[in-house]
């Protein structure tokens, strides 16, 4: 089947505009985790859904992030008045409820963001 | 909430040696420790993972140790080839596909394996 599906691959935004980030996990897969990796970097956890929740937004670095999850499905991460310090790639990440039996985190390609 | 530190930041080593590489956690709760590889330009794929239950797992030339006293817990690789190049990261989960789910990464170890 597919795996985790992320949009755009690469996004170039001017300083102060917003931007939204779509991802699309692996069917069935309960738990989506967001992350993001500067060059060189590790990776720096942003949030984490269970379902449509989000047990644990301590992550999220500001409160020009946001993410939302619809259906048990998509989640979006939206960044509002970007900043140069928000370039980055930002990972998607799912995973299956039953974590017992395979507890890979299956990551999306990501999206390359650059804000100018 | 959990911190993960992670060393050293890079490693070299000459093909055939092993490798060694420490994480250290915050949270004595932690149940569940992975370990990730990223080969450049690819995604983290899972090479091996513990949880708080067992203190040693192996798999072929890679194996994990956990010392949950010390809170620390350490990926060991023997025999080290040229495709064991890659930047590798531990993590760590209060309870990881619960509530508490979210897992911690450390900033991750650059291996360069040389011929």
């Known amino acids: 089947g597919a795996g985790v599906s992320q949009s755009p691959s690469n996004k170039v935004t001017e300083k102060g505009k917003d931007v939204e980030l779509r991802c699309d996990p692996i069917s069935g897969h309960t738990a989506l985790y967001w992350y993001r990796q500067s060059l060189g970097q590790g990776l720096e956890f942003l949030i984490y859904?269970?379902?449509?929740?989000?047990?644990?937004k301590s992550g999220l670095p500001s409160d020009r992030f946001s993410a939302e999850r619809t259906g048990g499905s998509v989640s979006t991460l939206t960044i509002q008045r970007t900043q140069q310090e928000d370039s980055a790639v930002y990972l998607c990440a799912s995973s299956s409820v039953t974590a017992d039996r395979d507890p890979r985190l299956h990551f999306g390609n990501g999206t390359r963001l650059t804000v100018t | 909430g959990e911190n993960v530190e992670q060393h050293p930041s890079t490693l070299s080593v000459q093909e055939g040696d092993s490798a060694v590489i420490k994480c250290t956690y915050s949270?004595?709760?932690?149940?569940?420790f992975p370990w990730y590889k990223q080969e450049l330009g690819k995604r983290p794929q899972l090479i091996i993972d513990?949880?708080?239950?067992?203190g040693e797992k192996k798999d072929q030339r890679i194996a994990v140790t956990l010392n949950k006293t010390a809170k620390h817990f350490s990926l060991h690789i023997t025999e080290t080839q040229p495709e064991d190049s890659a930047v590798y990261f531990c993590a760590a989960a209060l309870n990881y596909g619960g509530s508490q789910g979210n897992l911690i990464f450390g900033k991750g170890t650059k291996l360069s394996v040389k011929p």
């Open positions: 949270d004595s709760a932690s149940n569940y």
């Open positions: 513990i949880r708080s239950n067992v």
């Open positions: 859904f269970q379902g449509n929740s989000a047990p644990d």
